[in-house]
């Protein structure tokens, strides 16, 4: 897993102070870092624009285009400064690239020359870079650079964020028009505002590139905010001895709501996911005999005995008091160790997430919450009610904010961890959350074929699964998101963004 932060710009300051590193170092390894992923992934690009902004992050464009040349790399180029440098880095870099636009292939042209570079039939081959503001920009654009981003977001062309994408703010709030990236090439480390929901439709591949200091010594002493989950974090639940049998893999068990084939569909994802045995537990309402169901699956109209982790909420929109009864039943048994999934249906109950939070603080026992922002929503304003003392606010699980704001989803999923002190929150949205321990888990892989109904169920029996199998929480949720997540991948072929 690797890490993300929330304050980049103090990160790199501190670095540069602790290493005596002087800005325009620093500035040329940016543009380095930058160059490298330009000659490694565009290869058949024919012309460059750079859109330039007055500041550090227009500087970085205008050593990237000096750098390009000196790598002998093929390409017509064109800088469109937006303004004229104010900063000491950004006069000087300005300078070094209108000479060298004397003697070679740089063109610096006006707005009015821009229908030309990004007419349709010149465009193909162009690559634009993004290096008008970076992380410091607040507020929105001016009509200038509104009409600019408008024309290059419309044209069929590779687009290439410098470490932040012009309209994406520092809190992951992202103003209209933003650019909208294939890649961004992130600077010195990874940064919080990337994993908005809103940020993940603007920012592409995020690519870090260091800033000439070791990743670790350039971090120094400052906190992550949260993890980023890769594929290698994955523990999958592989049959290693040969003599073992099904009772050796737990035996999960799922409730059925009111909506019958959402339980079919968590039970057959437990199934498949290495649980040794799999019960749908029916209720009246669920009418399950008019579906087809696999025969691996087990019927029963209660809890069985064996049970080692029990699932509710998927398809639950009508909560069955009987389910209460059942619950109570598990969690009372006596047994030293207790698992659950909660999804969908219990989310605005009340006296049963009170019941809940006193099973979450029975040691032993692994809780896992799998809701999605405005199920989570709903959950936060009930535990608000409940437990007065939490310290999110109503901003904070304002389905917007969720959305929006990465750091109110950070604050959410903590606070939750404590009222809740053996239970993992899944947080499912484009870049699914994890919150386990007071710690953070970011899952980005998802793409957008998981928006549809029967993905999250599918999830919620995976995760059922492992922790049926002997996961604790954590490891439950990180292997259950990322695999999912994964598998996501693979479900449609789209083409490469280096290859439209």
Known sequence: MKKIFSNPDKIEKDAKQRFSIPDFLMMEHAAMGMADYIINNYKSVSSILVLAGKGNNGADGYALVRLLLEKSFTADFYVLSLASPSTVEAKAQYKMCEELSKAFRVKFIEKKALNEILNPEKSKNLLVLDCIFGTGFKGDFSDDVTEILQAVNKTECYKLAC????????????????????ATVSMGCDKLCFYSDSAKA??????????????????GENEPAAFKIEKDDIKLPYRIYPNVHKGKFGHTAVLSGDKGG?????????????????????????ELKKFKISPELILSSSLPKKTTCIILGPGVSHFNPSANQIIEEYFNDGAEKHTA????????????????????????????FTPHLYELSRFCKIVKELYPDVSYTKDDVNVENLSSLPEARIRVGKEINRIFPNAALIMKSADTFIACKGKIYIITDGTQNLAKGGSGDVLCGMTGSLLSQGYNALDASITACESHALISKNTEKKPSIFHR
């Open 163 to 182: 470490d932040i994408p012009s309209g994406l703010h520092a809190n992951g709030s992202v103003c209209k028009n933003a650019f909208n990236a294939d």
């Open 202 to 219: 603007v920012c592409g591949k995020i690519i870090i590139k260091n800033l000439g200091i070791p990743e670790n010594a350039f971090y």
């Open 262 to 286: 959402a339980s079919i569909l968590a039970a057959e994802a437990a199934l498949y996911s290495g649980s040794g045995l799999t019960t749908i537990i029916e209720q009246p309402e669920s």
């Open 341 to 368: 999934v909660f999804d969908a249906g219990v989310f605005d109950q009340k006296e049963l997430i009170k019941k809940i939070e006193q099973y979450s603080k029975t040691d032993g026992n692994e809780i896992v």
